[in-house]
């Protein structure tokens, strides 16, 4: 993989995680808009308890999406401050780094090639075959993966990987 290559793969990988952090703020703000109607239209009833639990259960419902709204646009904002318009040579947000597995069975977590991507806290995702995992700067992975470079070996999920790449 060339140069050219990696920054496009680096580029297109911050585009996948803002398209994921966008539905996701998509689906947060239609959740509170949910929650907010369920509570106006909570209807009163002779148990005039009953209306006031269902009213506040719905409040609850609304101030709870709308933290993860606040959260995943704290994300979006942070993923795209992100740079990916250079290489890296040590890990740092921005920076992808290419592992292979170890062992020669090739079975179990990291049977193939995974990429770590540091960038956002979207977890694992399958993107063109590949299993990339897009960790936050601030995730214990990316503190254990910050002193390490190419040539070196890590511990995942019980499997032995080699980084191959930090770019």
Do not use: W
């Not at 580029?11 to 803002?18: N, P, T, W």
């Not at 719905?58 to 959260?71: S, V």
């Not at 991507?117 to 990339?132: E, P, V």
């Amino acid at each position: 993989m060339d140069n050219t290559q990696k920054l496009s793969l680096k580029a297109s990988l911050k585009q996948f995680g803002l398209q994921v952090i966008t539905q996701r703020i998509e689906a947060a703000r239609q959740q509170v808009n949910l929650a907010q109607e369920s509570a106006n239209n909570e209807e009163k009833s002779s148990a005039g308890d009953k209306y006031e639990t269902g009213r506040a259960m719905g409040h609850l419902q609304k101030d709870m999406f709308a933290r993860q709204q606040a959260e995943n646009a704290r994300e979006y904002a942070a993923l795209q401050q992100v740079r990916t318009d250079s290489l890296c040579s040590s890990v740092m947000p921005g920076a992808f780094i290419r592992c292979s597995p170890l062992s020669s069975d090739r079975t179990g977590i990291g049977a193939e090639d995974t990429g770590f991507f540091i960038a956002a806290g979207l977890g694992r995702q399958s993107i063109d075959g590949q299993t990339i995992l897009f960790l936050s700067p601030a995730a214990p992975l990316s503190n254990a993966l910050k002193n390490k470079k190419t040539g070196d070996t890590i511990t995942f999920n019980g499997q032995s990987l080699l980084i191959e790449d930090i770019f």
